[in-house]
């Protein structure tokens, strides 16, 4: 199949994905934008299993919804909205991880943000971890708010109610800063039932 690079990779990225978990079940979503293009990404297909999932099950699409391939019996991630929002924002942006990670998703549904309290918080995720304004599963409003929550420099946001979503120009790095968005929510939750937060100058 063509675009199979991005679709193996992103195959290889959810089964770990799924084995450190940072989603349950068939929750969250992995895409990449296909080289040389602006609109053009290729996502995990909705409801499938990480683990049985092959490269020819990845769906490549337009930001505008248009399919360019798409499996028997598959449709693209309900989420895929989120995704081309975030292409269509940010140019610099080559991958988009959401995950349902579960200290990270805690956060989002107290309706807080996560504060800047690690010092590998800076170089990884340029800080503090915004929290976007709720929108419903797979809407627009949804999409276009986390979009903004991440900015036109940012690198991840939290979802109200929902999740967490990190960016980066390679997949590599987008997978590392979603493991840390999850591993300084876990930290921070912690450290507040041993004391008050120092937060780094």
């Known amino acids: 199949m063509e675009h199979y690079e991005q679709a193996a990779r992103i195959v290889a990225f ?66 895929w909205r989120l995704h081309a929002a975030i292409y269509r924002d940010r140019k610099d942006v080559n991958a ?27 170089p990884w995720l340029g800080g503090g971890v915004p929290l976007a304004k709720y929108g419903p599963l797979g809407t627009w409003d949804l999409a276009d708010n986390t979009s903004a929550a991440i900015g036109e420099t940012g690198v991840s946001a939290l979802m109200a109610n929902h999740g967490a979503v990190a960016v980066a120009a390679n997949m590599k790095t987008a997978y590392a800063r979603a493991a840390y968005i999850e591993d300084a929510a876990r930290v921070i939750v912690i450290a507040k039932g041993i004391g008050e937060l120092v937060i780094p100058e």
């Open 96 to 122: 988009v991880v959401h995950t349902h990670s579960p200290y990270a998703t805690a956060f989002a549904t107290v309706g807080q943000s996560i504060p800047p309290a690690l010092a590998e918080m800076l």
């Open 14 to 79: 959810s089964k770990r994905m799924y084995e450190e978990r940072l989603v349950s079940a068939t929750s969250g979503n992995l895409s990449e934008r296909i080289p040389g293009t602006d609109d053009v990404f290729a996502i995990t297909p909705s409801s499938e299993d990480y683990l049985t999932m092959t490269p020819d099950r990845i769906v490549v699409m337009k930001t505008d919804g248009t399919l360019i391939y798409c499996p028997e019996g598959a449709k693209p991630s309900s989420e």
